[in-house]
């Protein structure tokens, strides 16, 4: 049994409060034999997974993931520009294995909320006392006229990490110097706000560094972006000559709208044309489709309660990660880590009779933009209220700024690093990642 004081140590000190929904009685609970079932074991699906089975052994906890191992997006723009091996992004379910998780390799394919049940492609049905949903994202094709998930196999968007990582880094070894790299980002909401701007960096880095008389050409669908003065400093500071940025403005509207994979080539809005010898498309997202299918969405995302990211929709089953909409929390592994701690101990909270937790968030986005050179942007968040609507409040946000100096760039870039290795832990139970090098 847990109690008021080990919750607030669960949550890292964060105070308890009352009223929160309940929908198993407790003494099934204590009983043990309750089930939760979580789909999908990535940053939030496992970090949930690995506390509650750690604070409570007797609660029957399975993950079902259609992955035998885990790349993670998080640092794979690192791998672009050498700064990470492929390998040292890959994690195993066997630290979650260890602990008596029951991690099936499968594809959910249908949740029964009526009956409470999961069923999955091989035919199974998982029974279920409380459900989590963590099933990242999916992609809107349709969004960009060519594009498909067989165009992605030509233009890889390598936006879900795995084989599309690999390919799009063997298409830049492959080009000439001289080359057009072309990237292509959406609007917002998508996974992980500051992830292209890294990525540009990283890429522009392997081609200062390996084929100098090469550009990337970034047309973007947006006029502003996350952590942008630090990032357009970067730009100027390291990559002159190599990025050039195209921001959507009242003139030229950059959203690429049409592809032809055939002839290597973009078309923005604002009808500019360009061919590419390598063409990353990072297009619009939507919640990962079995929440969508669960019902658990409202156009492209999930909406959830801020209090304990319970779903708005369905009830019985949490939608956290990238999947939910929690304004203003952007879509981060921290924060799906965050969500996850939080629905870990809702759930934990009926076993031991006690109230739940007041919730406490928190995120922070480190991004590479040169050797042992990071930014980072961050906040806390607290449920609250604004307009009329239930939010997530962000507290003491912080960003880096233009013209900081080596060392804090340096300072940022280990806690980074010291961060994948902590966050590799919660959400596997894997304490390696800071020593493995693959
Ligand atoms: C290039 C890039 C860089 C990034 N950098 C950072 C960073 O520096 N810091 C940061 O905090 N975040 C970063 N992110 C964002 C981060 O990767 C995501 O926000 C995070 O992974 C979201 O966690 P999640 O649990 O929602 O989804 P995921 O971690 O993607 O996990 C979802 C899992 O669900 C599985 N799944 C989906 N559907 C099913 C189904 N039907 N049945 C079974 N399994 C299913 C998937 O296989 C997957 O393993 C980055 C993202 C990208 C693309």
Redesign the pocket.
Known sequence: MIDRREFGQLLGGTALAAASPRWIAAPALAKGGAKVVI????????TVARIIKTEAPQIDVTI????PI?T??????HFFGGFRSFASLQHSYDGLKKLGINVVT????GIDAGKKAVN??VGTTLPYDRLVL?????FKYDAIEGYSAAASEIMPH????GPQTLLLMRQLEAMEDGGVVIMTVPGNPY??P???Y??ACMIAHYLKTHKPKSKLVIFDAKPTFSKQGAFEEAFERYYAGIIDLNLTNEIDDFRVVRVDPKAMQVETASGTKLKGAVVNV?PPQTA???AISAGCAEGAWCPIKPENFASAKVDGVYV?????IAVEMP???????SH?KVVAADILAALAGSDPAIPRYR?????LLAAEDSIKIGADYTPGEHDGKQILVPDHPFVSQKGETAEVRRKNYAE?LA?YHA?IADAFNDNTALTHKG
């Open positions: 789909v999908g074991g990535g940053a939030g699906g496992g079902v993931e259609q992955r885990y993670s997006c998080f640092n794979s723009n499968d594809t959910a394919t999955t492609a963590s099933p990242g994202i999916d390598a936006w879900k990490a996974r992980c500051p992830g292209p890294e990525r990072i990962g489709a079995i956290i990660g990238d999947a939910a879509k981060s592994a921290y924060t799906a880590n996850g995120n922070t986005c480190w991004s980074g961060w966050i």
